[in-house]
Every structure is written in C-alpha cells, then in structure tokens.
C-alpha cells in the first residue's frame, strides 16, 4: 500500500532523504524512527504530496505521489507533526469543515462524521470549543480530520509528541484498531519505545538514510544473532549444565545456584525446541526466559548518534 523507491530529496547540501526504499502492506502498522533531523518528516510529506522528490518516487495504494497526486490524496489521510486548528469552531464544526472539504455530501458526510467521532471519542465532546480542548482531545481531533474521508493509508507523524501515559496508550490502541480494519499505517516518533509494541515492523533512519528494516526480533538478529537465555531448574542445575553442553547452538553456559544463563543461535521455535528437550530429559524447568534486545537497544546499536 506504501512504497518508497529509492527515494531522494535534497535542501541545498542537506540530504534530507537520501536514497530511502520500503514498502508496507495493507493492514500493517509501520514505523519510522530515528532522531531529530533524520528525514522523517520530509519523507512523510512527500507521501502526502506536499513535498516533491528530488529523485525517486512514493507510491501509495500503487499511484505515484508525483504523478497522480489527486488520488493519492483520496486514499491517504496525513497528521503532521504540527497541527492548526480553529480556536472558534467546536469539534463537529472542525471535522465537518474537513468532510466538506474532501466533497462528502448529504448522508455519506453525516455518516462519516457520526464514525469519526465515535472512533475518536469525541461524539461526546461535539459541541465543546476547540480552544478547550486539552493536548491530547486536539490530537485525536487531528487524527479524526486525517480518517474523515476513510482513506486506506495514514500518516501520522509523531503523533504521540506531548502525550500524557494515557493518552499514549488509547493513541496505541486507536493505530492497532485502525490496522484491524485492513487499514495500513506509517507512524514516527523517535521515542523509541513508544513503537516497539504497537508496530509490525520497524525501520530505521539517520542522515536521510534507512540503516535497518524489519520486525523488531529480525532488526535484533541482524544486530546480534545470538540471545541471552535464563533458565531456572528446581534442582539439577549442574546436570543441565552438561546437558546443554552437548547442544551445538548453546555456548558460554554459566551457572549461579539453580540458574544457568547461556548464549543461543536460533529462533523462537529452536528454543521451544530446546526447553521441550529440557521436560522430556527429566528436568523440572521452573523459568525459562529469553533476553530480546529492546527496540531502545537496537536503535542504539543501529545508529551512531550522527547528525548534519
Ligand atoms: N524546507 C526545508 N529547507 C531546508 N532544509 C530542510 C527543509 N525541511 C527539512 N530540512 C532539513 O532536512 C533534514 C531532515 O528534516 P526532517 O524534518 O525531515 O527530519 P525529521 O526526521 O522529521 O526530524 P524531527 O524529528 O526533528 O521532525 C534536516 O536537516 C532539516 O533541517
């Protein structure tokens, strides 16, 4: 539903997008994470047609931002980073302005709004002046002015900056609901953790450049290909020792008391595999726990901290 192609776009000496490629499926959230000045923005507006490549194209839903802009906008709702609203106009007067806007009429605009705002919450707050409404109602104002016409792609761009604990996680539960839906969503932020559980892949820029793609579990392979696994046995620990000392893909076995810690090579179902070897040899395996690299983790070793 999304493709970036070798995407480029340059401010004078400032490569702000410097050869970026991706694509995101329908029904998939993405995200797009790296520091401040890292392309993102710049990258998102020209899917949103606001902005032209300097080489490379954005596709979404297969049309060309270039050059088919009119349908690209039909299918794409887009929430910047910064946002106007009309202080004077309550919340339906806002989005109903935005329906028009995108040429809904008559019964089709009154059931978009009427959707709009029960996804958004904001049925309740129809009448209330937008100037009273806190930080995080505006950004679900936002995001409903983004959704008014159902596109089947958003952008959303940071939409979590400034958020309270709450509102973050009903913004998180909005985005999965939203992919439940068969919509695909590509949403920024480089607060790091904020994404790691609401996507389904990530990538990763720095400098205009995208230094990693994929889930998090594959970014972490890529990165390490090893894990970190802690296993707690009842009794026995020593004879596990040996045990996994047998196994080719176990090395560095340490044990403290009844824990042993080792590094393992494989996937998930290798280590299913390995705790299922564990109960059918005899032993009573009370905790079996595998250390995945966090997404903060992995954004470190990604990047270098590089800025231009
Ligand atoms: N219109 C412009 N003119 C000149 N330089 C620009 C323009 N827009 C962006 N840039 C530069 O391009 C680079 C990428 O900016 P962009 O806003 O895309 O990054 P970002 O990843 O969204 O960062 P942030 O998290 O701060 O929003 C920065 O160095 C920025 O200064």
Same mark, same amino acid.
């Given at each position: 539903?999304?493709?970036?192609?070798?995407?480029?776009?340059?401010?004078?000496?400032?490569?702000?997008?410097?050869?970026?490629?991706?694509?995101?499926?329908?029904?998939?959230?993405?995200?797009?994470?790296?520091?401040?000045?890292?392309?993102?923005?710049?990258?998102?507006?020209?899917?949103?047609?606001?902005?032209?490549?300097?080489?490379?194209?954005?596709?979404?839903?297969?049309?060309?931002?270039?050059?088919?802009?009119?349908?690209?906008?039909?299918?794409?709702?887009?929430?910047?980073?910064?946002?106007?609203?009309?202080?004077?106009?309550?919340?339906?007067?806002?989005?109903?302005?935005?329906?028009?806007?995108?040429?809904?009429?008559?019964?089709?605009?009154?059931?978009?709004?009427?959707?709009?705002?029960?996804?958004?919450?904001?049925?309740?707050?129809?009448?209330?002046?937008?100037?009273?409404?806190?930080?995080?109602?505006?950004?679900?104002?936002?995001?409903?002015?983004?959704?008014?016409?159902?596109?089947?792609?958003?952008?959303?761009?940071?939409?979590?900056?400034?958020?309270?604990?709450?509102?973050?996680?009903?913004?998180?539960?909005?985005?999965?609901?939203?992919?439940?839906?068969?919509?695909?969503?590509?949403?920024? #932020? =480089? /607060?790091?953790?904020?994404?790691? +559980?609401?996507?389904?892949?990530?990538?990763? $820029?720095?400098? !205009?450049?995208?230094? *990693?793609?994929?889930?998090?579990?594959?970014?972490?392979?890529?990165?390490?290909?090893?894990?970190?696994?802690?296993?707690?046995?009842?009794?026995?620990?020593?004879?596990?020792?040996?045990?996994?000392?047998?196994?080719?893909?176990?090395?560095?076995?340490?044990?403290?008391?009844?824990?042993?810690?080792? #590094? =393992? /090579?494989?996937?998930?179902?290798? +280590?299913?595999?390995?705790?299922?070897?564990? $109960?059918?040899? !005899?032993?009573?395996? *009370?905790?079996?726990?595998?250390?995945?690299?966090?997404?903060?983790?992995?954004?470190?070793?990604?990047?270098?901290?590089?800025?231009?």
């Amino acid at each position: 539903m999304i493709e970036l192609r070798r995407l480029h776009r340059f401010f004078g000496v400032t490569r702000a997008v410097n050869d970026i490629s991706f694509e995101v499926a329908r029904g998939e959230v993405f995200g797009y994470i790296g520091p401040n000045g890292a392309g993102k923005t710049t990258s998102m507006r020209i899917l949103a047609t606001l902005e032209l490549p300097t080489y490379g194209d954005a596709m979404v839903d297969g049309f060309s931002c270039i050059n088919d802009p009119d349908r690209v906008r039909r299918r794409l709702g887009f929430m910047p980073d910064y946002f106007g609203t009309y202080s004077d106009v309550n919340c339906y007067e806002y989005l109903d302005f935005f329906a028009r806007s995108y040429g809904l009429i008559g019964r089709e605009r009154h059931r978009a709004l009427q959707r709009t705002m029960a996804f958004t919450g904001l049925d309740i707050l129809a009448e209330k002046p937008i100037r009273g409404l806190s930080k995080g109602m505006k950004q679900r104002l936002c995001l409903g002015r983004a959704m008014i016409h159902d596109p089947a792609v958003l952008i959303l761009d940071e939409p979590a900056n400034g958020l309270d604990p709450r509102a973050r996680i009903e913004l998180r539960e909005m985005i999965r609901q939203l992919a439940a839906d068969g919509k695909t969503v590509l949403v920024s #932020s =480089h /607060i790091l953790t904020e994404l790691a +559980e609401m996507c389904d892949r990530v990538g990763i $820029v720095e400098r !205009g450049q995208l230094l *990693a793609v994929g889930s998090v579990e594959e970014i972490q392979k890529q990165q390490q290909p090893h894990r970190e696994v802690r296993i707690r046995v009842l009794e026995g620990s020593a004879l596990v020792a040996n045990f996994l000392g047998t196994k080719p893909d176990v090395s560095a076995i340490r044990t403290v008391g009844e824990e042993i810690r080792f #590094s =393992h /090579i494989g996937d998930r179902a290798s +280590e299913a595999q390995l705790l299922k070897e564990l $109960v059918l040899a !005899g032993f009573q395996v *009370a905790e079996f726990v595998s250390e995945v690299k966090s997404l903060e983790d992995v954004f470190l070793a990604v990047t270098k901290g590089a800025v231009q």
